[in-house]
T-cell receptor, first 114, second 109 residues
Framework: EAGVAQSPRYKIIEKRQSVAFWCNPI?????LYWYQQILGQGPKLLIQ????????DSQLPKDRFSAERLKGVDSTLKIQPAKLEDSAVYLC????????????FGNGTRLTVT | RKEVEQDPGPFNVPEGATVAFNCTYS??????FFWYRQDCRKEPKLLMS???SGNEDGRFTAQLNRASQYISLLIRDSKLSDSATYLC??????????FGKGTHLIIQP
């Protein structure tokens, strides 16, 4: 089974620039998550999709972050404009749908904002 | 948002020793529990689910104490390759799925 695919692996941008990350979940997985992981901390949920609907975006900084999963498959996460504190690894994960199901993570995108 | 707390460590343990660490959660409505392992600069990977009756997978034993609201992970006969960060995950209720900050384990030769 193919895993969760993410791109790019690395991105370096200057503050106030925009950036977008892409994620393709495991085929058939209804639930897709975007997490932000700052060095030394656990992953923090940014947004959770169930198919193409948003389940939880309570911790998404909506003034600068946006995400979509238009067809209920792959997803993009955008930051506009970026701040220094956005430097982190952005992890995408998917699961079959039940909260009892463990998550499968992609390799992540390491973002550095200078 | 409810909390999931872990001792960040690091736990420095000699090879072959037994090590255990806990994770406490504040949401009594939590329903599912997992331990994930994360190697340096890698993504988290599922280590094991935690069942109410406790469960064992080789050298690893996970237990749940609902009364005191914590889960534990025990590693016996530790190997150098066990060095990693161990993340506790708690799900259920209105808070959805929440990660702890992780416990850093270093197995020393």
């Amino acid at each position: 089974e193919a895993g969760v695919a993410q791109s790019p692996r690395y991105k370096i941008i200057e503050k106030r620039q925009s950036v977008a990350f892409w994620c393709n979940p495991i085929s058939g997985h209804a639930t897709l998550y975007w997490y932000q992981q700052i060095l030394g901390q656990g992953p923090k949920l940014l947004i959770q999709f169930q198919n193409n609907g948003v389940v939880d975006d309570s911790q998404l900084p909506k003034d600068r972050f946006s995400a979509e999963r238009l067809k209920g498959v792959d997803s993009t996460l955008k930051i506009q404009p970026a701040k220094l504190e956005d430097s982190a690894v952005y992890l995408c994960a998917s699961s079959p749908g039940s909260y009892n199901s463990p998550l499968h993570f992609g390799n992540g995108t390491r973002l550095t904002v200078t | 948002r409810k909390e999931v707390e872990q001792d960040p460590g690091p736990f420095n343990v000699p090879e072959g020793a037994t090590v255990a660490f806990n994770c406490t959660y504040s949401n009594s409505a939590s329903q599912s529990f997992f331990w994930y392992r994360q190697d340096c600069r890698k993504e988290p990977k599922l280590l094991m689910s935690v069942y109410s009756s406790g469960n064992e997978d080789g050298r690893f034993t996970a237990q749940l104490n609902r009364a005191s609201q914590y889960i534990s992970l025990l590693i016996r006969d530790s190997k150098l390759s066990d060095s990693a960060t161990y993340l506790c995950v708690v799900t259920g209720g209105a808070d959805g799925l929440t990660f702890g900050k992780g416990t850093h384990l270093i197995i020393q030769p």
